[in-house]
């Protein structure tokens, strides 16, 4: 799942080296901190939020676990 939304991620911004993704697990939930260069922060975000959430419905999407997924932009 991680490499799914590293590439995902990865294709969207300027500066892709600068891509960091931490993953932290508890009972029922997964969540993935993405990390990026202070100028790519937008174009993950997208206008209105819609990329960041397209992104947040092809992580669910291809969830195999029965845990919820977060996925979050660290500023």
Aim: charged letters at 30%; glycine letters at 4%.
């Amino acid at each position: 799942m991680k490499t799914l939304l590293e590439t995902i991620v990865r294709s969207l911004v300027d500066h892709p080296e600068c891509v960091v993704i931490r993953e932290t697990e508890q009972q029922q939930s997964i969540t993935y901190a993405i990390a990026l260069h202070q100028e790519d922060v937008g174009k993950v975000i997208g206008k209105n939020g819609r990329m960041i959430q397209a992104i947040r419905t092809v992580v669910q999407a291809a969830n195999e676990s029965k845990k919820r997924i977060d996925v979050r932009i660290e500023e």
